[in-house]
């Protein structure tokens, strides 16, 4: 099924609401950027609540703030030493190794949706690029990169 | 007047986030703990209103009157950006979920991955918090929950890929259609289902993968030096959460909303009984999750990460491989894929049990015993 660049774009537009763009009367870009105001939208509305919620509070709470209430928490001791110390290089490891499955997940996104279109020619390369990922995988399991010590 | 009512439109997508967020969470508090209570052959709450269930409505109005501070040495910016940013996931995935037949806040075309994105504002927040508290604990919880977190995303990521191949469309109202008929994806994927719901309890850190909030060793993990309505967020977040992603759970997995009599009751153009299907399934959910957070004990933070990386994640490459194969050459290709994945699924089950008795085993005979060669 073959797809061009337009037939690709009013896919993006007409789910929902075209409708805006339809009045504005402009190319179908602007649907799709409709579609991205409700994205916007929602993200906001999620920071909106929290911020309604807070001023709501501090409107009725007490304050009464002590040296021993502000102090740090440290099982009631005196805190020693700074909390914001180097930690363990562990984290980076993970974080690098999720990094490089994520980037895998979005290459292989836009395979699974022309799965049947690409056929047996984009299987085969699929399948070497997850061998190629699987021997890395395996590359830093034998290294004990994945042991959590 | 278009535009209008797509600003109404949005407007009523927003208040329904709203609510779900916040009646799910008030909910969800009482049902797991009268749950765990009932498992547990106790009472639980049963004083505040009828059996109990105004308890979570009393808490929030008393976390309301408590004294919200921020201890001296916080960065106070960063201390509270996290809260806020903590509840943008839980708001924003409702943008893309079908709740029932004919309303979906925006159908997305690029659901699937939208989901993705949108929820790993909670790995964000929960690092920020727990780096701006200037607090041990708080650090060290950050960091684990950060590390299970992205380590449970990449199985969970793995899994909605082969979603989105036998859906061909990453939109969820197409994902909905494409299980049609009853094919949900649990009867015709079992394992990819099992991935992603095991994925998705380690990402809401609950059950037997709650180790940033083990008290016994981390106090209250990124949140101890929260208190107020910036640890009821964090609070609000989790429990809000459990219903979130069983949502999500059951649009990609259990057919959305479909079930019998969906046209009986139709108001403008949105259909209720369907809802009323999409609500009992997540709840269904719901109970799966407390039912294993009360059976399964907690894990190791090195049985975790294991656990991901060199069980979950090859299992999930292996079945994108398959699956994908399966649907691009076998004839009826979801019933193959249903009798192919329900006996990996029982293989893999059955095999591991064993598996980790052995190990554990084999680990106790090496460990020096407290007791024996003592007198």
Redesign the interface.
């Known amino acids: 099924m073959p797809r061009d660049a337009s037939a690709c774009y009013s896919a993006a537009g007409s789910r929902g609401s075209a409708r805006l763009a339809d009045l504005v009367g402009v190319s179908v870009t602007t649907a799709y950027l409709t579609n991205w105001l409700y994205v916007f939208a929602f993200l906001a509305a999620g920071a909106v609540l929290v911020v309604l919620i807070l001023a709501m509070e501090f409107l009725v709470n007490p304050r009464h703030p002590t040296p021993g209430k502000l102090s740090t928490y440290e099982c009631g001791i005196v805190p020693v030493g700074d909390s914001w110390h180097p930690f363990a290089v562990r984290y980076y490891l993970f974080a690098l190794l999720f990094l490089i499955f994520d980037v895998e997940a979005v290459f292989l996104f836009p395979w699974t949706l022309e799965l049947r279109s690409l056929g047996t020619a984009g299987f085969i390369e699929v399948v070497i690029f997850i061998g190629v990922l699987a021997v890395g995988l395996l590359y830093a399991w034998r290294k004990g990169a994945l042991d959590w010590h | 007047m ?2 209008f ?2 600003i109404l ?2 407007l009523v ?2 208040i329904i ?2 609510a779900f ?1 916040f009646i799910s969470a008030l909910v969800n508090i009482v049902f797991e703990r009268r749950t765990l209570a009932f498992m547990q052959d106790r009472l639980g709450p049963n004083r505040t209103g009828p059996q109990g269930i105004l308890q979570s409505v009393a808490d929030s109005f008393k976390m ?6 921020a ?3 916080v960065d106070k910016r960063l201390f ?1 950006l996290a ?10 995935v ?2 893309v979920i079908p709740y029932t037949k004919g309303w ?6 690029i659901g ?3 989901i993705v994105a ?1 929820t790993s ?1 909670t790995v964000l927040a929960i690092l920020i918090g727990g ?1 701006a ?8 919880g950050a ?1 684990r929950s ?2 299970q977190m ?2 449970y ?2 199985p969970m ?2 899994a909605l ?2 979603v ?2 036998a859906t ?4 969820l ?1 197409d994902v909905v259609s494409a299980q049609a008929g009853y094919q949900w994806f649990v009867f015709v994927m079992p394992t990819t289902f099992f991935i992603f719901f095991i994925a998705s309890i380690a990402e809401l850190n609950r059950g037997p993968f709650d180790l940033p909030e083990s008290e016994s060793e981390l ?1 209250a993990g990124y949140g ?2 929260y208190s ?3 640890f ?2 964090f609070f609000l977040n989790e429990y809000a959460g459990m219903t979130i992603m069983s949502m999500v759970t059951v649009t990609l997995f259990f057919g959305g909303w479909e079930g019998p009599g969906e046209d009986l009751l139709v108001l403008w153009g949105v259909s209720v009984i369907p809802f009323v299907w999409f609500m009992i399934k997540t709840y269904v959910l719901v109970f799966a999750l407390v039912w294993i957070r009360l059976s399964v004990p907690r894990l190791q ?2 049985e ?3 656990f991901a ?2 069980l979950l ?2 299992l999930g ?1 292996a079945n ?2 398959a699956s ?2 399966i ?2 050459w076998a004839p009826q290709w979801k019933w193959v894929m249903a009798g192919f994945s329900w006996v990996v699924l029982i293989a893999i089950v059955g095999l591991f049990d064993p598996l980790l008795r052995r190990r554990l085993r084999r680990k106790h005979a090496q460990a020096p015993s407290l007791t024996r060669g003592t007198a």
Not at chain 2, 64 to 69: A, P, R, V, Y
């Open positions: 278009d535009v009512l797509d439109r949005g997508a927003v986030a709203y967020v309301l009157g408590k004294e919200d501070f201890p001296a040495a509270t809260p806020i940013m903590v509840m943008i996931g839980a708001v924003a409702q943008l979906t806040g925006q159908d997305l075309n699937i991955i939208y949108v504002f780096w508290s200037h607090n041990k604990y708080s650090l060290v960091l950060a590390a992205v380590s995303e990449v990521i793995l890929l082969v989105a191949a061909s469309s990453l939109s109202n106090v101890t030096e107020g309505m910036r009821g967020m933070v090195n975790l990460m294991a990386w060199k994640i090859p490459l994108i491989l994908t194969a649907i691009l």
